[in-house]
């Protein structure tokens, strides 16, 4: 049992919190309903916490700076969403009190921890009780108390938060109506108790015993324009980005600007070797708007931009443009339906010219760009689009290699140029992303990087193996880092049905490769572990 947490601990507590925000990130995806139903809290917490974790592992053992400055540098760097931008802050909170301090007893860590909830509270811009802040603050005061009751050793303190933060959390859908109405607790603050009682086992060495996390029985909504588990009306996008090159005074007319522009609003700040960042996360409406400010702010990078609702994209209609695309498996399938996309579902053995043709036929625009994804369709795709031509129909093949560079198409389409201008613009997109893909060997071969055994994983970018080895989180870092050695601005990640290998990816670029933007995106195809274009 620790007396004192030391900064060694400080990295086995960050280590054991992201083991226990994996195991639960499902079921805390699940109870996410405020502040807009997403289902991406635990996901957020979880790519949070690693960021966090990869900063500190990148140091080193001998790190030059204390792990409390690295570990809350990394989660400020590579935090997503709203609740993993509060968890940010507190990692900060408790790095500006116990950095380069001696090891923090019962006492210094009830304080430390109360700093942090008011740091947290002060990040963002609304605060609401019934949320991760009222979750934090009750740890924080529960902590307090012990200490002020005698109970002063560490491993009753860090047991006093933890159970505090534990009741604060039992009582948030008495605080919000929404919850109380879904039948769950905060998700955010369900997965900072999860942090906590990590903490707990890295002090006493014995985990807590806590009931699961799960739903309640809910209560009849109050009728209302927004149901549960439906996003309520207002700002639709959440955007985020870091901004750098900006004093105190420019993210204060930051902070005032985009309070006004919507909801939501956490900005923290972490100073960094390159001078000081801030991680600035919103809700708006004016997507435009946000960015803008940030613009006139500093320099903002790695900027985000996710819908909070589904977009519905209007079916199209005679005379307009429509894109046709060659998917393989459900999950790419719905991605590029949600950008509008009319999708031909198969891979290169079970897709044919007809089907392509068919789909063409079928949107009933008179011009279409088509992208077969695959470069064993690019010819099937040609002549489905002759097909087309001769049937009136102006159909143009962009040879996407890859669903990235097909994504990247899409990105850059818009159907307010000419047509032949808008095909020459996607072509240019495509062409300009780098792609490559982490496989699975089915038998043992020789590949352009060596041979290969069943099992092995394969990093191929462009279409030649460059990577091959035992451990697939090793091999995807790998290719990435090769792809990124080139430069790159972007990295969209599709990943496959392992989504730790995604978290793992995303956690590692978060931390060696902060200024790139990365978009991520679940539902791979078959056989497929991990897709990536890089632009």
Same mark, same amino acid.
């Given at each position: ?31 996410n309903v405020f502040p807009v139903p997403d289902g991406d809290t635990g996901t957020n917490l979880v790519l949070t916490a690693q960021a966090a974790l990869a900063a500190l ?50 006492? #210094? ?24 802040? #009222? ?66 086992? #890295? /002090? ?64 923290? =700040?972490?100073?960094?070797?390159? =001078? ?18 940030? &613009? ?30 060659? /998917? ?8 590029? #339906? ?71 198409? &899409? ?83 599709? &990943? ?21 933007? /990365? ?17």
């Amino acid at each position: 049992m620790l007396q004192a947490l030391d900064e060694e601990a400080a990295g086995r507590w960050c280590r054991a919190a992201c083991v226990a925000l994996s195991e639960s990130r499902a079921r805390l995806d699940d109870l996410n309903v405020f502040p807009v139903p997403d289902g991406d809290t635990g996901t957020n917490l979880v790519l949070t916490a690693q960021a966090a974790l990869a900063a500190l592992d990148a140091a080193g053992e001998a790190p030059a700076e204390s792990p409390w400055i690295l570990l809350a540098r990394g989660a400020v760097l590579g935090a997503r969403g709203n609740s993993g931008t509060i968890l940010a802050q507190l990692f900060r909170g408790l790095a500006d009190q116990l950095a380069g301090a001696p090891p923090a007893d019962g006492p #210094t860590f009830a304080l430390a921890m109360q700093k942090a909830a008011e740091t947290a509270y002060a990040a963002v811009a609304d605060p609401e009780e019934g949320t991760f802040l #009222t979750v934090a603050r009750g740890g924080a005061r529960a902590a307090v108390e012990a200490v002020d009751e005698g109970r002063t050793g560490l491993a009753d303190v860090v047991r006093a938060t933890a159970d505090g933060a534990r009741a604060a959390l039992e009582s948030t859908p008495d605080q919000l109506d929404v919850l109380r109405d879904a039948g769950v607790v905060d998700a955010g603050g369900a997965g900072l108790c999860l942090v906590l009682d990590a903490l707990v086992t #890295t /002090v006493t060495g014995v985990e807590p015993a806590r009931p699961p996390l799960v739903r309640r029985p809910a209560r009849a909504a109050r009728a209302r324009d927004d149901a549960p588990h439906q996003p309520p009306a207002g700002p639709g996008s959440e955007v985020q980005y870091l901004l750098v090159d900006a004093d105190e005074e420019a993210v204060a007319r930051l902070h005032e600007r985009l309070a006004a522009l919507g909801d939501s609003l956490v900005v923290v =700040g972490v100073d960094t070797p390159g =001078g000081r960042a801030w991680n600035v996360h919103v809700h708006v409406a004016d997507v435009g708007a946000a960015i803008e400010a940030g &613009i006139e702010a500093g320099r903002p990078y790695r900027i985000s931009v996710t819908p909070l609702a589904p977009v519905r994209q209007p079916a199209p209609v005679p005379g307009t443009r429509a894109v046709v695309a060659v /998917v393989d498996g459900e999950g790419l399938a719905g991605l590029f #339906t949600r950008e509008g996309v009319r999708v031909v579902a198969g891979g290169p053995d079970g897709v044919s010219e007809d089907d392509v043709l068919a789909e063409i036929i079928a949107c009933t625009a008179a011009d279409v760009v088509v992208l077969p994804n695959d470069p064993d369709l690019t010819a099937l795709a040609s002549r489905a689009a002759a097909r087309a031509r001769e049937e009136g129909r102006d159909a143009a093949v962009v040879p996407t290699r890859s669903p990235v560079q097909g994504l990247a198409a &899409i990105a850059v389409a818009d159907p307010a140029r000419r047509f032949g201008d808008d095909v020459i613009a996607m072509a240019e997109a495509a062409a300009a992303t780098r792609w490559a893909e982490v496989t699975v060997a089915d038998q043992e071969a020789l590949t352009s990087a060596g041979r290969c055994r069943p099992g092995d994983a394969l990093g191929s970018a462009e279409g030649d193996v460059v990577v091959v080895g035992p451990d697939l989180t090793a091999v995807a870092r790998e290719l990435l880092d090769r792809l990124l050695g080139a430069g790159g601005e972007l990295a969209t990640l599709v &990943i496959g049905a392992d989504r730790d290998l995604g978290d793992a990816v995303c956690a590692h670029l978060a931390a060696l490769h902060p200024t790139v933007e /990365v978009a991520r995106y679940d539902g791979g195809p078959a056989g497929s572990l991990l897709l990536v274009g890089v632009e």
